[in-house]
């Protein structure tokens, strides 16, 4: 995988961008203006970060896996120490299915608002959470700090803190261990060392 410079990195135009950013040259943005990406933070190849208008923030210690999507008019905020598996797909935009109105996806597609409706909701990833492969979260769904969602999972609603959530819908499974907290201080002890 080959990472872009920063010279690169900063003509996309992003709304910021920390230090120690590593980005394939094979990841794609759309609307990058609305995009802050904070530091440590890995892109991997055949990304897609399309943000709306409410933009996409990246926390630090961030590792978004390849083909990995991020996409919707909502926010989409992923805070510090977050990992987004292959090929997961986070939602903030979704047509309504109910059978009321015509699905659509786009914002320019080819039918109008009184036939097709979208809504957007905000996605939140709150610290030390992580999404399997495959697995898709839909749009207002904060997953609490310190879960895990399992590979090809689906979530529907919010997820409490310090779990791991599997199937779909994604259903309790077990507690998480809270021993990342120890390990995160002693890196931190190890970095003001250097």
Known sequence: MAYLSQDEINKIGFAQV?????????????????IS???FVRIDDFCLLSAGEDGIEIGNYVHISCYACLIGKGLIKLHDYVLISIKATIL??????SGQFAPALKEFDTLD??????FSEAVTFETHTGLGAHSVV???V???EGTAVGAMSVVYQSLNPWGIYLGNP??????????????LEDLKESQADI
């Open 138 to 140: 839909l749009p207002g």
């Open 113 to 118: 608002k009184p036939y097709a409706t979208v």
């Open 92 to 97: 903030s935009s979704n047509s309504d299915f």
């Open 142 to 144: 904060t997953v609490g």
């Open 170 to 183: 994604a259903r309790f499974a077990t507690k998480r261990s809270k021993r990342v907290y120890k390990i």
């Open 18 to 34: 920390g230090h120690d950013v590593f980005i394939s040259d094979k990841a794609s943005f759309h609307n990058p203006a609305k």
């Open 37 to 39: 990406i904070g530091s």
